[in-house]
Each structure stands twice: as C-alpha cells, then as structure tokens.
C-alpha cells in the first residue's frame, strides 16, 4: 500500500523568505510520479511542481523546487522569495506508474507573513 | 490543461435530501473522478466515473448513496443521497487527460449538512 506522510501540519514564513515542506512517502514501487499541489483559500487544487521518479534531476519551477531524495523515499518542496500569495494549504501526492490513483498527504497550511 | 467547471460552488441543505453535483470540462476527457475532502483533512477518491457504465468505487463509498453519472467524456454528475452533517465537506471533480498526467481540479463544492 502506498502512504504519504507530511508531518508539518502548519508552517509559517515571511515575506521574500524561503521554506521548506517535507514530504515522505511509502512504496514498494519502482517507478512512479510525485506532486505538490496548492489549494488557496478559494478551493482549487493547483498543481505546483511534478517530479518523476526515474529522473535523478529534481523539478524546478520558478521559485519552487523540490528535492527529491528517492533512496529516503523523501520529496520536500522548497519556496524560495516567498509571496502573500502564497498562503494555502499545500498537499504532496504519489502516483503509481500503473494507472492514475494518487495518494495525497494529509497537508501543510503555509503562512506567508507580510 | 482541461478547464474544469463545477455546479454549484457551495450549498446548505436539509438532512434527508440529496444535492446533485455537476463537472463540466472544455475537452474530451479519459478519466474523470470525484473527491471529497472534509473539514481540515486531505483528499479521498470517492470513486472514478466511467463513460457509459457504472463508476467504480473506493472502499467505504457505495452507488446508493453517492450515485455517479458520466453520459459523456465532457460531463459527470455526483450526487449525494440522503444526507447527513456527516457529509458536509468539500467535494472536488478531477480529471486527467492521460495515462499517468497529473490531476486537474475544478473549484469543488462546499456543501454543508444541516
């Protein structure tokens, strides 16, 4: 069974400084796809950075990049030049390369403070 | 990436009734879900809807109580039966565009049971 752990329910940065959300996972699988998605206040999920899992390359985009550690079965999502708009919540996801079921963590509420 | 539209974006209804939720997306589409997510907590598949036959379920959801439509490979509906406070929560129609995609989400619907 595949598990996703994020074991900081809450966090808090300020304004222009960068952040660090952990993010660990659990499978037996050998190739497979990771996530971090965003849901502000208004509901959606948004997708924020995709990595896959026989890349050795870790994902960037933009200010967000991840570090993706496959042996410590570890994938954290760094905020770099933190925005206002920033603040959500952020989810990591897993998904086996066997089909299109995800697995999401239980969340990070961000803060951004001005 | 698909454009996902979802009716109604939030509802308060009565114990005992049913609320029908409706996800529209601007292209043709493969795979198509529907989430819930409840007061502070992660996402939970309720079940993948299938173009022209029975949506298949996750453990702990039935079609008695969360009937799924998918007449086509643009719309789906879920509805939720007989409702509960137990059942306010948000609920999210996703869809992915292909094999092993990432997920995209319309705005969810926030319902509230009272």
């Known amino acids: 069974a595949q598990t996703v752990t994020q074991s900081q329910p809450e966090m808090s940065v300020q304004e222009a400084e960068t952040v660090t959300l952990s993010c660990t996972y659990d499978t037996s699988e050998s190739n497979y796809y990771l996530f971090w998605y965003k849901q502000p206040p208004s509901r959606q999920m948004i997708l924020v950075i995709r990595?896959?899992?026989?890349?050795?390359q870790n994902a960037t985009e933009n200010r967000f990049s991840v570090n993706f550690q496959k042996a410590a079965k570890s994938f954290s999502l760094k905020i770099s030049d933190s925005q206002l708009g920033d603040t959500a919540m952020y989810f990591c996801?897993?998904?086996?390369?066997?089909?299109?079921?995800?697995?999401f963590g239980t969340g990070t509420s961000l803060t951004v403070i001005p | 990436s698909a454009v996902i539209s979802q009716k109604p974006s939030r509802d308060i209804c009565q114990r005992g009734t049913s609320l029908t939720i409706q996800c529209q997306v601007d292209?043709?589409?493969?795979?198509m879900f529907w989430y819930r997510q409840q007061p502070g907590q992660s996402l939970t598949l309720i079940a993948t809807?299938?173009?022209?036959?029975?949506?298949?379920?996750e453990s702990g959801f039935v079609i008695d109580k969360f009937p799924i439509s998918r007449p086509n490979l643009t719309f789906s509906t879920l509805t939720v039966s007989n409702m509960s406070p137990e059942d306010s929560s948000i609920y999210l129609c996703s869809v992915a565009t292909r094999t092993n995609s990432p997920l995209h989400f319309g705005n969810g619907t926030r319902l509230t049971v009272t």
């Open positions: 996801a897993f998904m086996p390369n066997t089909g299109n079921q995800f697995y």
């Open positions: 990595q896959e899992a026989y890349k050795q």
């Open positions: 809807a299938n173009q022209g036959s029975e949506a298949t379920y």
């Open positions: 292209s043709q589409v493969t795979m």
